[in-house]
Each structure stands twice: as C-alpha cells, then as structure tokens.
C-alpha cells in the first residue's frame, strides 16, 4: 500500500529543479549541486519519486573513459502533474494567509 502524504520541502526543491527543463536527463550530482542538497537526502527523495511514478529512470548510455555510468533521471507527465497539483496547493495556501494578514480597513478613522 502506498501512502499518499505531501512531498517534503526538500522533495519539492528537487521536483521544481527538474521542472526546470522536464524533457532534459539528469544525473545525480548535478541536481545535488542545483539544489544543495547532499546525495544521501536527495538520492532516497529520487528513489520514492521513481518508485511513485513521477520520475522515469535510466542509465547513461554514453560513458566516458574512466568514469562510471551515471543513473539519469527525468520527470513524468504524471510528475509534471503533481508538480503542476502542489504549485496550485501552495498558491491557495499563500492566498489564503494574504487574505488572512490583510488588515481590516473597515470602521477605521
């Protein structure tokens, strides 16, 4: 059974990091360096997204020598949907505190 609980902080941050180019491949460290997070935060985060279905996962296919393969990773459409579902989420979250901090201007002399 898979729980269905909103992404982390640190799990958004990666999500909008892919977000940034959806069609792109990337590697690990690159999205470490991107987003400052340090790979034994983002590499389960990577994990529970690919498992969930929002990342699609592959190896490199091209490697240079001396160097190992490197796992690439990429948004989904159904990750681009949950990303598209959490952006609208925090958008009324942020509407609903404006509306809520917006000082009352009725009655007052």
């Known amino acids: 059974m898979q729980r269905n609980r909103l992404p982390s ?12 180019d959806p069609t792109a491949w990337r590697h690990g460290y690159e999205l470490c360096q991107q987003t400052g997070l340090k790979a034994g935060s983002l ?19 091209e490697i240079p020598v001396g160097r190992p393969p490197r796992h690439l990773y990429r948004l989904t459409e159904v990750g681009l949907e949950q990303l598209n579902e959490i952006a609208a989420e925090k958008m009324e979250v942020a509407k609903a505190k404006r509306v809520r901090l917006r000082p009352q201007t009725e009655g007052a002399s």
Do not use: M, S
């Not at 941050?13 to 977000?19: H, K, N, Q, R």
């Not at 529970?48 to 190896?59: C, I, Q, S, Y």
């Open 43 to 61: 590499y389960p985060i990577l994990i529970r997204l690919a498992d969930r279905g929002w990342l699609e996962t592959k190896w490199e296919e």
């Open 9 to 20: 902080e640190q799990t958004k941050t990666v999500l909008l990091a892919l977000a940034e």
